[in-house]
């Protein structure tokens, strides 16, 4: 009989699963001493796309993206939309990085969006905002798992509070409350970071337009094309406009009209289309353009972590960077 029950307990202690650590029941708070170095200092690469993003006006966009060491981006098609997409591998990471300046021309962070996947693979969101109006202000803010709708909810609670209670920077003075609504409104990142997201077809669908890869993210994908859709909407800034390797298209090939509002650029077509920029990265280069060498510069840093199916699939941007 007792052999019979050491048998039964040694069996229930191979067949049954291991036991999960029981779930967070707060996102977790993160804070960020020095922003100036911090992505720097971890492993993560600044990426700039041939197009670049539109902004509001004073402001600037940096995109940070990190792979593990060994880690491979690996490549697959997505049949229904006739492209190729990539996959960042465990461990990596991504940041957009949002900056404003003083009327002296002192950048600054002022808002940080970000996901990580850990070694098995999951997701986590992340947000963070200066805890002072002073230039370099350190930063503070939470991260949560996706798919955890009571995790998202809190975070949103808790960053919508600090967003209310914590200056602006450079201004002093906390945000006024439609900034605070529009700011709760938006932090739904799963909503806009979905797996290989297709274009958008109409300036009028709320998610950004441009396509995602298979691990939900913009920019890896632009940096490997010399075009994108663009903004349409006179809130925002696009610094494409100021680019002479950049054309701006309509569907028709027809060039798209150029608007000025409150110093603000962006493009329209006449038929309501999406406007295309197109980078001409050959002439770019022929005059040593420097927005052109960062572009390369980020392909040739996926192209060494990239694998063959997708040196292949974007042969043509690293062909039109000297790459491969």
């Known amino acids: 009989m007792r052999l019979l029950l050491t048998l039964c307990l040694i069996a229930w202690s191979v067949l049954s699963p291991p036991a999960q650590a ?82 002296a021309g002192t950048w600054t962070v002022e808002d940080v969006r970000g996901t990580r996947w850990d070694a098995q693979g999951r997701e986590y969101f992340h947000v963070y905002r ?46 006024a409350p439609r900034e605070v609504a529009r700011f709760r409104a938006l932090n739904d990142c799963g909503s806009c970071h979905q797996p290989d997201k297709g274009q958008a077809s109409s300036p009028f669908e709320r998610l950004p337009p441009w396509l995602t890869d298979a691990s939900g993210i913009y920019v890896p994908l632009a940096v490997l094309s010399d075009r994108a859709v663009l903004s349409t909407t006179p809130a925002f800034h696009d610094p494409n406009a100021e680019d002479p390797f950049v054309a701006a298209r309509c569907a028709d090939g027809a060039p798209a ?62 062909r039109a960077c000297g790459i491969g």
């Open 130 to 175: 200066p805890r002072g109006a002073e230039a370099g202000a350190p930063l503070v803010g939470y991260e949560w798992p996706r798919g955890d709708d009571a995790l998202q909810d809190r975070a949103t609670a808790l960053l919508t509070d600090l967003v209310r209670d914590l200056p602006l920077p450079f201004r002093g003075s906390a945000p």
């Open 257 to 318: 009209s150029e608007y000025v509002r409150w110093g603000r650029h962006f493009f329209r077509c006449g038929d309501g289309g999406m406007p295309v920029g197109i980078h001409d990265m050959q002439a770019a280069r022929a005059a040593g353009d420097a927005h052109a060498g960062r572009v390369c510069a980020s392909r040739r840093h996926l192209f060494e972590r990239m694998d063959e199916a997708g040196r292949r699939a974007f042969a043509a941007a690293f």
């Open 22 to 103: 029981a779930p967070a029941s707060e996102p977790r708070r993160v804070e960020i001493a020095d922003p100036s170095r911090y992505w720097r200092d971890n492993g993560f690469v600044e990426l700039t796309p041939a197009i670049r993003v539109s902004v509001p006006l004073g402001a600037r966009t940096l995109v940070y993206l990190k792979i593990p060491e060994g880690g491979l981006l690996t490549t697959r098609q997505v049949a229904r939309q006739q492209r190729p997409t990539i996959r960042l591998p465990p461990g990596s990471a991504a940041a957009r990085v949002s900056l404003t300046a003083d009327e």
